[in-house]
């Protein structure tokens, strides 16, 4: 700001402050400070007439306190053109120093848990390692698998036992900290929709539920062999290395009814599992994933 804006701003704002002060003080009729009258100014409006009484004083010294106040505000912080204020505040890298200033707090905090494993994290004389991971947690997790790690269609229940990618410690860690892409392929092309229908059929009877009407379940079961093994493997159990996901336990990442199946075959699937790693640092990840495993494993 230049000096003639700075001295414009400064200027302006210490008139209407004392100006109001001024009005304040001058409308203040000591006199009659004390009583109220039955007095009135003069005028009446549709009969309504206004009393000529001073402002109590409990409302006379607020006003009093807030002029202190704003001045004491413009000596201590930013605000009167250019001055910056008694205590040196500003608002650039706030945030920055904020953060900086949380983790000097909590670097130790952290390291002393970071020292622990993750099984050993488990003990009740740790629980409160696991409630820092349950808020971050529920920070940065819980948008896609819900606020109990319970999840919704295309996002994994985290506290099942029933793993796309493994749910020991280390590949916990691994799915966090890297992220995940799931490639189920697309089928339509290759299949037909009839075939879609009857590989959907066979997929179903795998955890035991009724084939849909109309469908041949044997071809299913044929086509089946031919192009899923390679990846959810030959008695459809999955492939926790690819992420392939169990067929056979009644558990469905993207829904288990027949029109829901038969759309995955046809056209494929790509759940996102987002990296961590740059958004939060490893001792983070440490407490997420002990959290995570605890969900599990109670
Ligand atoms: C933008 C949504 C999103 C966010 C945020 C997210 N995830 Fe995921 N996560 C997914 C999806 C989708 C998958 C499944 C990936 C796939 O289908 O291959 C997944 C998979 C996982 C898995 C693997 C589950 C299994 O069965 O192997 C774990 C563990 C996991 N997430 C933990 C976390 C944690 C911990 C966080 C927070 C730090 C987190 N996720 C944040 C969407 C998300
Ligand atoms: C290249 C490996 C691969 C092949 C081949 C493959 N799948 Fe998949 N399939 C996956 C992966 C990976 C997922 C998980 C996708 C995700 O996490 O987003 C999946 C998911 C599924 C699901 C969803 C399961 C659920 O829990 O909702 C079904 C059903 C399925 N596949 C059936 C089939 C059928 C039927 C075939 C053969 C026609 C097949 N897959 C071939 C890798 C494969």
């Not at 302006?12 to 100006?19: R, S």
């Not at 204020?85 to 970071?114: C, D, I």
């Not at 985290?158 to 493994?166: I, K, M, P, R, S």
């Not at 288990?256 to 740059?278: C, L, N, S, W």
Request: charged fraction near 20%; proline fraction near 4%.
């Amino acid at each position: 700001m230049s000096a003639f804006w700075s001295a414009w701003v400064t200027v302006i704002t210490l008139a209407v402050i004392f100006g109001c002060t001024w009005l304040l003080l001058a409308t203040r009729k000591s006199e009659k400070f004390k009583e109220t009258t039955e007095e009135t100014v003069g005028h009446s409006f549709d009969g309504i007439e206004e009393y000529d009484n001073p402002l109590p004083q409990w409302w006379f010294y607020m006003f009093v306190a807030t002029v202190i106040f704003g001045l004491g505000y413009l000596m201590l912080y930013p605000g009167l053109g250019n001055f910056k204020g008694l205590l040196g505040w500003t608002s650039h890298n706030q945030w920055e120093r904020e953060m900086q200033h949380a983790e000097e707090v909590y670097r130790p905090v952290f390291a002393k848990y970071a020292a622990l494993s993750i099984e050993e994290l488990q003990m009740p004389e740790h629980e409160e390692g696991l409630k820092m991971g349950q808020r971050m947690f529920a920070n940065n997790c819980a948008v896609c698998h819900g606020s109990a790690g319970q999840g919704a269609i295309g996002f994994p229940n985290l506290t099942d036992d029933d793993w796309l990618y493994g749910g020991d410690p280390a590949t916990l860690k691994h799915t966090i900290t890297q992220g995940r892409n799931g490639g189920m392929p697309a089928w339509a092309d290759v299949l037909g929709e009839d075939g879609v229908r009857d590989v959907a059929s066979y997929v179903m009877t795998l955890s035991g539920m009724e084939p849909a009407t109309g469908t041949d379940v044997t071809n299913g079961e044929k086509q089946f062999q031919a192009l899923c093994t390679a990846c959810h493997g030959p008695e459809g159990k999955g492939m926790q290395a690819l992420g392939a996901p169990n067929l056979t336990d009644d558990i469905w990442l993207y829904g288990g009814e027949f029109k829901q199946i038969a759309h995955t075959i046809r056209a494929g699937r790509a759940g996102v599992m987002p990296a961590q790693k740059d958004l939060l640092s490893e001792d983070k990840i440490h407490l997420i994933a002990a959290y995570v495993y605890s969900l599990s494993n109670k």
